[in-house]
């Protein structure tokens, strides 16, 4: 499989709406992948001419606000292990919630590139509230609209910047 993009956030932010996006009709589910659960969906996509597997984390118990808090850290934790690169989506419409902060303070503890989406910028007024994301403290910090596509293609350019090229990671698998 190549290389792993996971992308961790509170529920509701757009992560599956992104992945869509990102996928788009390459979606190719991967089944046979130790540590797959239901719960992580890997789909192919393809950038800059580097390939590599997307994962929508998500599918959260949604009734019991401590299995909740604990699912998205699992999710967290099982994306700093895994992935090469992590997209850290948020949501401007809510602003920065303490769930938020808390999968800011386990990112910083790893040593993975974290690439920061402020998502639903559907407009220029949302992009003066989305400013105040950047005092999560992560220097890439990109705006974006998964509904519309805008901004979609500078997260990408930032994420595919951190992969290796095609070839190398053939040689190293
Ligand atoms: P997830 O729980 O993080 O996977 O979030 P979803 O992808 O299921 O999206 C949650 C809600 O946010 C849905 O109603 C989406 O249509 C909406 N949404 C996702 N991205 C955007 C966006 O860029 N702008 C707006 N306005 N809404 C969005
Ligand atoms: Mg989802």
Same mark, same amino acid.
């Given at each position: 499989?190549?290389?792993?993009? $996971?992308?961790?956030?509170? +529920? &509701?932010?757009?992560?599956?709406? %992104?992945?869509?996006?990102?996928?788009?009709?390459?979606?190719?589910?991967?089944? &046979?992948?130790?540590?797959? =659960?239901?719960?992580?969906?890997?789909?192919?996509?393809?950038? &800059?001419?580097?390939? #590599?597997?997307?994962?929508?984390? @998500?599918? #959260?118990?949604? /009734?019991?606000?401590?299995?909740?808090?604990? $699912?998205?850290?699992?999710?967290?934790?099982?994306?700093?292990?895994?992935?090469?690169?992590?997209?850290?989506?948020?949501?401007? =419409?809510?602003?920065?919630?303490?769930?938020?902060?808390?999968?800011?303070?386990?990112?910083?503890?790893?040593?993975? +590139?974290?690439?920061? @989406?402020?998502?639903?910028?559907? &407009?220029?007024?949302?992009?003066?509230?989305?400013?105040?994301?950047?005092?999560?403290? #992560?220097?890439?910090?990109?705006? %974006?609209?998964?509904?519309?596509?805008?901004?979609? @293609?500078?997260?990408?350019?930032?994420?595919?910047?951190? %992969? +290796?090229? /095609?070839?190398?990671?053939?040689?190293?698998?």
């Amino acid at each position: 499989m190549s290389k792993i993009v $996971a992308i961790v956030g509170r +529920p &509701n932010v757009g992560k599956s709406t %992104l992945y869509n996006r990102l996928i788009g009709e390459r979606q190719a589910i991967i089944d &046979n992948v130790s540590g797959v =659960t239901r719960d992580r969906i890997y789909g192919s996509c393809e950038w &800059n001419g580097k390939t #590599f597997t997307v994962v929508d984390t @998500g599918g #959260f118990v949604k /009734n019991s606000q401590d299995v909740f808090e604990a $699912a998205i850290r699992s999710q967290v934790q099982i994306a700093i292990e895994e992935s090469e690169v992590i997209i850290f989506l948020t949501d401007v =419409t809510t602003g920065i919630t303490d769930l938020d902060e808390e999968v800011a303070h386990l990112l910083r503890r790893s040593d993975k +590139p974290v690439i920061v @989406g402020v998502n639903k910028v559907d &407009n220029s007024t949302r992009e003066i509230s989305a400013n105040e994301f950047w005092s999560l403290g #992560f220097e890439e910090t990109y705006f %974006l609209s998964s509904i519309t596509g805008s901004g979609t @293609g500078e997260l990408l350019d930032a994420v595919a910047e951190k %992969l +290796p090229k /095609n070839e190398e990671e053939d040689e190293s698998d």
